[in-house]
């Protein structure tokens, strides 16, 4: 009984300290941050890293996006984002990208302006709130499917404002898709909108980044339906001189594939930021 008791105290003692000590781990807080472009508050989830109350310091900021049909919760239900946050010391930003946003600003549609809202909007919420680093060089985008064209398209149309970008299973071209998902009714029909749907498409976006000195990973299963595009993004960058890391590793369009392939972009974008500590913005 004694050795029982003893053994309740330390383990109620250690639950005390856990809750009295909260800046022992990183800190999920949801939020809502407003939009001016499209008239809305939209939520979203931020991870503070553990260092984030240990000191004064400015932390780099990755804003994670997510798919087609998702929403900014969905990848702190997926995956634990803590130990990644404190691992390498980024601020983790899930914003809303709406159901079929596609990261950009549509001509039709006033309620969908995601290119304004992620490029400008957040990023100033998150500097003007948090002790985010307010420059260039620590803001970096990753994304997977939707979220991974959106990731390259932001990085390309704003590279004054982005360091780097990572796409999981991201879709490189819209046509790919242009009878689904929603596309349509964001730009138009592709046969009457022919050049708005190649202008919005990341793989003629990323002409912009020729001489632009970005971070840019692009991963891809082997088995997802975007592999085609994926290979063709490669490709290019190639054919253009774009620094890039390419990966293709067994896999489909699935969360498991997604959740596994965050480490290596965040390894990337560690080694990128320290790399580029004194990069001017």
Known sequence: ???????????????????????????????????????????AVIILPDAYRENDEAFPVLYLLHGWSGAYDNWPRKMDLKPLADRY??????????????????????GSQYDSYI????PEYIDEH??????????????????????VSLL???PDRFAAAGS????????DSSKRFGIVQLIGKPGFRAQRWRDYSCLNLVEKLVD?????????????FTIAGNRAMHRKLLLLGIDHDYYERPGRHSWAYWTNALVYHLQYFASYFASHADTPS
């Open 1 to 43: 009984m004694k050795q029982s008791k003893a053994a309740n105290l330390i383990l109620f003692g250690f639950l005390i300290v856990s809750l009295v000590c909260p800046g022992r781990a990183a800190v999920v807080d949801t939020l809502q941050i407003p939009s001016q472009a499209m008239g809305s508050s939209p939520k």
């Open 89 to 110: 010391g980024f601020m983790i930003v899930c914003p809303d990208g709406g159901y079929a946003g596609w990261y950009l600003d549509s001509p039709l549609d006033s």
């Open 119 to 122: 490029a400008s909007e957040v």
């Open 130 to 151: 948090y002790r985010s680093i307010p420059e260039m060089r620590g803001r970096f985008l990753c994304g997977l499917s939707m979220g991974g064209h959106g990731a």
């Open 156 to 158: 390309a149309k704003h």
């Open 168 to 175: 999981m299973s991201g879709v490189m071209q819209l046509t």
């Open 212 to 224: 632009n000195d970005k971070g840019l990973i692009i991963d891809c299963g082997v088995d997802d």
